[in-house]
């Protein structure tokens, strides 16, 4: 369903408890719109036709603050956010373009939320980078080169929960690198329960550039379940260190 949104937003209905939830579920997204408002006034366009595309195009920003945000909550019945918790894997990736008048202060990416505000994105500087929330930082460094399209994906492999018999681990791949993949620290040894998330853009704008604007398309959004295999090797690793 493709949908356009001209300034104000469309915001998430209530969060949704799963049952059994597959990521394979999910059909579309929620649009949550200026999130953050700092320059209200702003030209704002939104196209939205999940999951081939998601385009978000602000400028004309005006008098403001510090920035704005615009985010899109995945969800599986088209009401309610899907809950990313502790133990649904996810295999979530996506061509992803930031393009800006001044590139310093624009970002976009995959964004969760839940005791923080777990990422994975690509700046304007060119940074590709993941932290916050329960994500284990990660820095590709300063590789991608704005206006270009680039491969952005998150592996999620549970492991066995708070008794960290078995680590989580997550991936991050940008384009042909990857992070390989990093164990969680945190106490719950993994994604929070009731975790929400998506997508998201963030421009701050340059008030010294009236001609200033930020772009984002999201598109060919594919969303899996990791394979059994990848769970057995982090069995296999826990287990043979443990018998070591």
Do not use: W
Request: contains cysteine; proline residues 6%; negative net charge.
């Amino acid at each position: 369903m493709t949908r356009f949104v001209l300034a104000g937003a469309m915001v998430p209905g209530m969060v949704g408890v799963p049952a059994g939830a597959d990521v394979t579920d999910i059909n579309d997204v929620l649009i949550d719109a200026r999130n953050f408002n700092d320059y209200p006034d702003s030209r704002l366009f939104i196209n939205e036709n999940f999951p081939a595309s998601i385009e978000i195009d602000e400028r004309a920003f005006g008098q403001g603050g510090f920035a704005n945000r615009h985010r899109f909550f995945m969800t599986a019945d088209g009401a309610t956010q899907f809950l990313f918790d502790n133990q649904v894997a996810f295999d979530i990736s996506i061509d992803i373009s930031l393009d800006a008048g001044t590139l310093a202060g624009k970002e976009a990416g995959f964004y969760f939320d839940r005791f923080g505000e777990p990422r994975f994105i690509v700046k304007g500087d060119g940074e590709v980078a993941a932290f916050d929330g329960a994500f284990p930082f990660f820095s590709f460094g300063n590789v991608y080169t704005p206006g270009e399209t680039a491969k952005l994906r998150t592996i999620y492999t549970p492991g066995s929960g708070p008794d960290f018999a078995v680590p989580a681990t997550i991936e991050y791949m940008y384009n042909g690198l990857t992070s390989g993949p990093i164990e969680f620290s945190n106490l719950e040894n993994g994604m929070i329960d009731g975790t929400v998330g998506g997508f998201y853009a963030q421009f701050a704008p340059d008030d010294a550039n009236q001609d200033d604007f930020g772009f984002v398309r999201i598109s060919d959004v594919v969303i899996e379940v990791p394979t059994p295999a990848t769970g057995l090797v982090v069995l296999l690793a826990a287990c043979f260190g443990r018998r070591r």
